[in-house]
């Protein structure tokens, strides 16, 4: 499939910059996800002494590296990465869980966020059938119009 051709959401063009620029997200967060992966698959002393803190049995340390090498994997072949992108987020999700779980600070927490919205953003910017799938509703955006930041920060503070 070309990728400079329409897409078939909303007859979007892709530009070679916008291309581009998905590949490069793509590879940081592949790298990323690759050295943690392979860290965890060799048992660094690093890994295996945040995951104790974290509560992790050892044995789980090398199946779960198995798990985010495969889906890395995924997320980097064309035809399958919807699937890896979804994998990883499931991933990713789980990881903010276990970090708020562990009452690590709030950047430690954020940070699989941060992580999660550079793949899909890398995605979208790859494949304009992705871009067509993921992005809000123009007509969506009104309902959201009186939140600030004050009233979502109250609603964190109250909803514990």
């Known amino acids: 499939m070309n990728m400079t051709a329409s897409s078939r ?3 979007r063009v892709q530009s070679k910059a916008t291309l581009w620029a998905g590949r490069a997200i793509t590879a940081i967060v592949a ?58 987020t499931a991933h990713l999700g ?7 779980r562990a009452g690590h600070p709030v950047f430690e927490c954020v940070f699989p966020i941060i992580f999660g919205v550079l793949l899909w ?5 790859r494949d304009p059938d992705c871009a067509g799938c993921c992005h809000f509703a123009p ?11 004050q009233k979502f920060g109250r609603f ?3 909803s514990h």
Do not use: Y
């Not at 789980?94 to 708020?100: I, S």
């Not at 007509?139 to 930041?149: D, V």
């Open 156 to 158: 964190l503070r109250f």
């Open 31 to 88: 790298l990323f996800l690759g050295f943690d992966g392979v860290t965890k698959l060799i048992r660094d002393p690093h890994v295996l002494s945040a995951m104790a803190d974290l509560a992790f049995p050892e044995r789980a340390i090398v199946a779960i590296g198995a798990v985010i090498l495969v889906c890395t994997v995924l997320l980097l072949i064309p035809s399958t990465s919807m699937l890896g992108a979804i994998l990883l």
């Open 9 to 11: 959401f909303e007859g």
């Open 139 to 149: 007509n969506l955006r009104g309902r959201f119009k009186g939140l600030s930041m």
């Open 94 to 100: 789980g990881a903010v869980a276990v970090q708020v």
């Open 121 to 125: 953003l890398g995605l979208s910017l």
